[in-house]
């Protein structure tokens, strides 16, 4: 695609319950990046694919947060068991290669855990 | 480690005069550096970058920056601010050995009429 989609834009769900957050990355960019940003504050990374394997999954806070690429391209963000400190932007990016150009991110995915 | 710091949470200025968004970077070598912008409810928008290429770097909308090792800084500025110009900015670098953009804490840019 012409840029990096994500679905859905805005997500509410109860406390407790489990969530998926979808990316789909521009045609043909091996790294993709999924990062976090929390209201007032800046971009926090999560976790970076190159290709289908998590080459750095550092920076995902716990085990309840989960991230696959199975195909090298869309990638899933995976959140079990929410807590309202979940509640947060979650942002995708891809590049062509590596990060040293920069991202294109997507308009991420608001979650709200109620 | 890398890092970068902006100097100012809030800057407001008024139409038409000059902004400068403020900021310092921490690395142990000569970093990749960026700046995006961020609009209400939008994503974040690459505005320019620095890859040692050259010290001064035009982007989008008229903003440009320069990169000066010896304060190691990387200030935004722009001659002439538009009320579009409103949003939020990041300072940002690139951390080569971990392939990771970091980014500073923000700066919420407000013009003024």
């Known amino acids: 695609g012409a840029g990096v989609s994500q679905t859905p834009s805005n997500k509410v769900t109860e406390k407790g319950k489990y969530v998926e957050l979808r990316c789909d990355p521009i045609?043909?960019?091996?790294?993709l990046y999924w990062y976090r940003q929390s209201l007032g504050q800046g971009p926090e990374f999560l976790i970076y694919?190159?290709?289908?394997?998590?080459?750095?999954d550092s920076g995902l806070p716990n085990d309840r947060f989960f991230a696959v690429r199975p195909e090298g391209s869309v990638s899933t963000l995976k959140i079990q068991r929410t807590e309202r400190g979940d509640s947060a932007v979650y942002l995708c990016?891809?590049?062509?290669?590596?990060?040293?150009?920069?991202?294109?991110f997507g308009s991420g995915t608001r979650l709200t855990v109620v | 480690a890398q890092s970068v710091t902006q100097l100012d949470s809030h800057v407001s200025v008024s139409e038409g005069t000059p902004v400068l968004l403020r900021c310092n970077y921490s690395?142990?070598?000569?970093?990749?550096l960026f700046w995006y912008v961020q609009h209400p409810n939008k994503g974040l928008q690459l505005l320019l970058k620095y890859t040692s290429a050259a010290t001064l770097v035009k982007g989008i909308n008229g903003f440009e920056a320069e990169f000066k090792k010896s304060e190691t800084s990387f200030h935004l500025t722009k001659p002439s601010a538009h009320m579009s110009d409103a949003a939020e900015y990041f300072c940002?670098?690139?951390?080569?050995?971990?392939?990771?953009?970091?980014f500073g804490t923000g700066t919420l840019l407000a013009v003024q009429p």
């Open positions: 690395s142990s070598y000569s970093p990749s």
């Open positions: 694919f190159q290709g289908t394997g998590a080459a750095d």
């Open positions: 940002v670098s690139y951390g080569g050995a971990t392939n990771k953009l970091i």
């Open positions: 045609s043909g960019h091996t790294a």
């Open positions: 990016a891809s590049s062509p290669t590596g990060g040293e150009n920069g991202y294109t």
